[in-house]
């Protein structure tokens, strides 16, 4: 795999926004703070893959649907696995702001029914992968960057692809749709202590990450 710096001055592919500090300070504190209920409500797992090995972060889910992963493979739940109780939903602060990228993005009528609430401690890292348990690949993707700095890969269409390297700030909002919505990608690593504030529900020098998506 191939990998070269994104340059602030180059385009992003077509079907990739970058919308950046989407969020100011207050505004991102207000979604955290919404965040902080939903993760009480449904604790953070370290789910496993079908081969038995452990994702490196936590993580949960908020909506009608959450992301689950273990032996049986990748799919979506109702429930929490572990108390049964249903996902609580998704804030309001959140499924607004994700509205609202996706029609300026040319998207109407987007109403995601899964956001995935991603725990990065300091060395958290996610490989490169697509997103495709979904039912319908024409709602796109809408990703929300809180905490510290992250360094994003973003690949073509198959893993032998050359990719490019995008910083992540907290309170940036990044959109993966028509084109570009299944584009392989990951994140490298964290900047550690690069965070602009410390909040409860990010992890200690790491970042918080909801990925909000139209999963039915």
């Not at 077509?14 to 950046?20: E, I, P």
């Not at 908020?62 to 996902?87: Q, V």
């Not at 490989?127 to 979904?134: A, C, I, K, Q």
């Not at 993966?176 to 900047?191: A, C, E, F, Q």
Request: with cysteine; hydrophobic share 40%.
């Amino acid at each position: 795999m191939q990998t070269e710096m994104f340059s602030a001055e180059e385009p992003l592919p077509r079907g990739v926004t970058l919308f950046r500090q989407r969020l100011d300070e207050p505004a991102q504190c207000q979604v955290l703070d919404a965040i902080l209920d939903v993760i009480h409500a449904a604790p953070p797992l370290r789910l496993t893959m079908k081969n038995g090995a452990q994702l490196i972060n936590r993580m949960t889910n908020c909506g009608a649907l959450g992301w689950h992963s273990d032996a049986r493979g990748y799919r979506y739940l109702e429930h929490h696995p572990e108390t049964g109780a249903p996902w609580p939903a998704i804030p309001p602060d959140v499924m607004a702001v994700a509205v609202e990228l996706a029609a300026r993005c040319g998207v109407a009528g987007y109403a995601p029914d899964a956001c995935l609430v991603n725990l990065y401690a300091a060395d958290g890292r996610l490989s490169l992968h697509r997103d495709h348990d979904e039912c319908d690949f024409s709602w796109p993707i809408v990703s929300f960057s809180f905490g510290a700095e992250a360094v994003f890969v973003l690949g073509g269409f198959t893993r032998r692809e050359p990719v490019r390297e995008v910083l992540l700030r907290s309170g940036d909002v990044l959109v993966l749709h028509g084109p570009s919505r299944t584009r392989y990608h990951g994140v490298k690593k964290i900047l550690s202590g690069t965070a602009p504030f410390e909040h409860p529900a990010i992890p200690a020098r790491g970042r918080l990450n909801l990925t909000c998506r139209r999963a039915r």
